[in-house]
């Protein structure tokens, strides 16, 4: 089995990130992230003989930047998505009382 292992900076990416990463990688790989005071590292082995180390770790590259973003847009988008919800539930509420 291949073994790859590729390491993160702790600042700059969450764990969250490289979980739902690894996530995506299920049928390619399986994995374990590890912790220092500065980085996570993950190890992945390769369960699919027809990808290569080189492969694999540009897909999890490409998921871990894709699940960093989706986490960053999530984060600046909560605000606004609560007062969108919040007024629709809100008019709901008013519309039932109405009735």
Same mark, same amino acid.
């Given at each position: @089995?291949?073994?790859?292992c590729v390491? %993160?900076?702790?600042?700059? $990416?969450?764990? %969250? ?5 690894? $996530?995506? /990688? #299920?049928g390619?790989?399986?994995?374990? #992230?590890r *912790?220092t005071d500065k980085? $996570?590292?993950?190890?992945l ?11 694999a *770790?540009? /897909? %999890?590259? *490409?998921?871990?930047?894709?699940e ?8 600046q988008? *909560?605000?606004?998505?609560?007062? #969108?919800?919040?007024?629709? %539930?809100?008019? @709901? ?7």
């Open positions: @089995m291949n073994v790859l390491e %993160f900076d702790r600042k700059t $990416y969450t764990l %969250f990130s490289l979980q739902s990463s690894l $996530y995506r /990688m #299920i390619v790989c399986v994995g374990k #992230i *912790e980085l $996570y590292i993950c190890d082995s390769i369960i699919d003989k027809n990808i290569s180390n080189d492969e *770790e540009i /897909m %999890f590259l *490409e998921y871990v930047s894709d960093s973003l989706r986490e960053r847009l999530n984060i988008t *909560e605000p606004l998505r609560n007062v #969108i919800l919040s007024l629709a %539930f809100g008019a @709901m509420a008013v519309e039932k009382n109405v009735n």
